[in-house]
């Protein structure tokens, strides 16, 4: 593993495709670019599935299936739930815990304006992991709740990539928010889709990812910019502790699909330095942690030569494109 220090910098896109659409879902933009032939209908089935996903993991919409689910501390579930839960939970066993997608108690307590108390915050990690799955049954403990939230985005751009190849193309690019990604192929005359990275002041550019027949996640924490100092705290909370993550960071994982790097990289921040050596364990994912003074960049990230960090950060000026 080796270590590059620079001055603050988180990602963002990269091509010149020769066709473009965004949608805008689950309260983020879905960007989908192909450099291939590819009718209409390619783009509106990778934007139903999209739709249909945020239908069933929305925590805003109280008739979506992970709503309805939570408050009734389980029932039958889709396939499509059943799927991606199970997903998640041999995720969190292979995360140690550093991700785990019943945090969603711990997670309401710090979207709440009044910053909670020690019991309050015990109570809510007693919840975490009590999840059993029978069948098309899920059963929930009590107070337990699940959140699916960046790992949902990752889920739904597997599937418009699975969408992508059924129809036959072969060279795209699926950005989710600018955190969720896969580059499918490589754009004509490339060798990979490659896409700048910001760093924990997103005004900068910090770094460059390639990515071909891979997915990705950019994972940040900021730190609760823009909070009371006394009540500043990030947004990812650490499922084994209860409590928000406090460093400005930044994770970038690549894996065999963007849901897979959805949950490394948040461990990757939860569980710090230590992280990126323990993300690289598991076959097909390498990953990098970035500060404001230092970049931990794996072996197996450094090996691939899919990141490559900037000697001196720059300006993210307006925009970042992708090409």
């Keep these: 593993m080796r270590t590059l220090v620079f001055a603050a910098a988180v990602l963002l896109a990269t091509s010149a495709a020769a066709s473009t659409q965004v949608h805008y879902v689950m309260g983020t933009f879905l960007r989908v670019d192909v450099d291939d032939d590819a009718p209409p209908a390619v783009f509106e089935e990778c934007f ?9 993991f929305s925590r805003f919409d109280p008739t979506s299936e992970l ?9 039958p579930v889709s396939p499509a739930f059943r799927a991606a839960l199970d997903r998640a939970l041999a995720l969190a066993r292979t995360t140690d815990g550093a991700f785990d997608p019943s945090v969603g108690a711990v997670m309401a307590l710090w979207r709440a304006p009044e910053r909670p108390d020690a019991s309050a915050i015990a109570a809510a990690r007693r919840t ?16 337990t709740a699940l959140d699916f939230d960046g790992f949902a985005k990752g889920v739904a751009v597997d599937a418009c990539v699975d969408a992508l190849r059924a129809a036959g193309v072969t060279r795209a690019l699926v950005s989710f928010g600018e955190s969720s990604l896969y580059g499918l192929g490589a754009p004509r005359g490339k060798a990979a889709w490659t896409l700048d990275v910001r760093g924990p002041d997103p005004d900068r550019i910090v770094a460059r990812l390639a990515l071909r ?27 084994r502790s209860g409590r928000p993550l406090t460093e400005d960071a930044v994770s970038v994982v690549v894996a065999p699909s963007a849901a897979d790097a959805e949950a490394h990289g948040k461990a990757v921040l939860v569980r710090g330095v230590a992280g990126v050596a323990g993300a ?18 794996g072996d197996g990230m450094r090996t691939a030569g899919v990141l490559r960090v900037l000697a001196r950060s720059r300006p993210a000026d307006g925009e970042v494109e992708l090409r």
């Excluded at 139903?48 to 069933?56: E, G, I, N, P």
């Excluded at 940040?220 to 500043?232: P, Q, T």
Aim: charged share 25%.
């Design 48 to 56: 139903a599935r999209a739709r249909a996903l945020d239908r069933t």
């Design 67 to 75: 709503v309805r689910l939570n408050a009734s501390a389980g029932g």
């Design 128 to 143: 975490v992991g009590r999840v059993a799955v029978d069948g098309d049954r899920v059963s929930l403990g009590p107070g």
């Design 213 to 239: 027949d891979r997915g990705a996640a950019v994972s940040a924490v900021f730190g609760g910019r823009g909070r009371r100092a006394a009540d500043r705290h990030g947004h990812i909370v650490d499922p």
């Design 280 to 297: 690289e364990t598991v076959p097909g994912v390498s990953a990098a942690r970035l500060t404001r003074t230092a970049a931990v960049v």
